[in-house]
T-cell receptor, first 114, second 111 residues
């Protein structure tokens, strides 16, 4: 397994501002992922955070809105930029140790935009 | 693209009884992984059980077992001796490269 620390656990933000979410893993991992979970819904992959290169974004998500950093093999950040109430969601960081096996998740960040 | 379908938005079960959650998926791949995750109100996604598609034997983890029917592309989760702590959202997931999640089933265990 993996121990994943995600911060902050929750935040209430003003529209138009930005929030950066941090994800720290207890050991080096190859793959890190960011998901969004809108209220009452399933998880949607935002992007794959690649160490040493730009993140790979899924359809419907763009770097200007969700910039991601991956400075090393144990840490990543996701920024939600120029927030609107529609960005109110749970954001989850996920890692996997071996390609194509189970993913382990942080405890999530509950974001509310007012 | 792979899709995962959970046709039961909500289910309930009496404590100590058995419940089965359904999941079907669509793929043209032959080798892949399937998972069930549990998400209690704490929001933490917890891996319940995993199944490799190349294994015919159904995975079992204590009170949790799966019925994996590869030809039918079906992957149901059986929870035996249900406990109050099993109350949560349950997500079925498919992995071949990216992980794709179903819409989830909200399970309530009643005392």
């Amino acid at each position: 397994s993996a121990v994943i620390s995600q911060k902050p656990s929750r935040d209430i933000c003003q529209r138009g501002t930005s929030l950066t979410i941090q994800c720290q893993v207890d050991s080096q991992v190859t793959m890190m992922f960011w998901y969004r979970q809108q209220p009452g819904q399933s998880l949607t992959l935002i992007a794959t955070a690649n160490q040493g290169s730009e993140a790979t974004y899924e359809s419907g998500f763009v770097i200007d809105k969700f910039p991601i950093s991956r400075p090393n093999l144990t840490f990543s950040t996701l920024t939600v930029s120029n927030m609107s109430p529609e960005d109110s969601s749970i954001y989850l960081c996920s890692v996997e140790r071996t390609e194509n096996t189970e993913a382990f998740f942080g405890q999530g960040t509950r974001l509310t935009v007012v | 693209a792979q899709t995962v379908t959970q046709s039961q938005p909500e289910m309930s079960v009496q404590e100590a009884e058995t419940v089965t959650l359904s999941c079907t998926y669509d793929t043209s791949e032959s080798n892949y992984y399937l998972f069930w995750y549990k998400q209690p109100p704490s929001r933490q996604m917890i891996l319940v059980i995993r199944q490799e598609a190349y294994k015919q034997q159904n995975a079992t983890e204590n009170r949790f077992s799966v019925n994996f029917q590869k030809a039918a592309k079906s992957f149901s989760l059986k929870i035996s001796d249900s406990q109050l702590g099993d109350t949560a959202m349950y997500f079925c997931a498919f992995r071949k490269g990216d992980m794709r999640f179903g819409a989830g089933t909200r399970l309530t265990v009643k005392p």
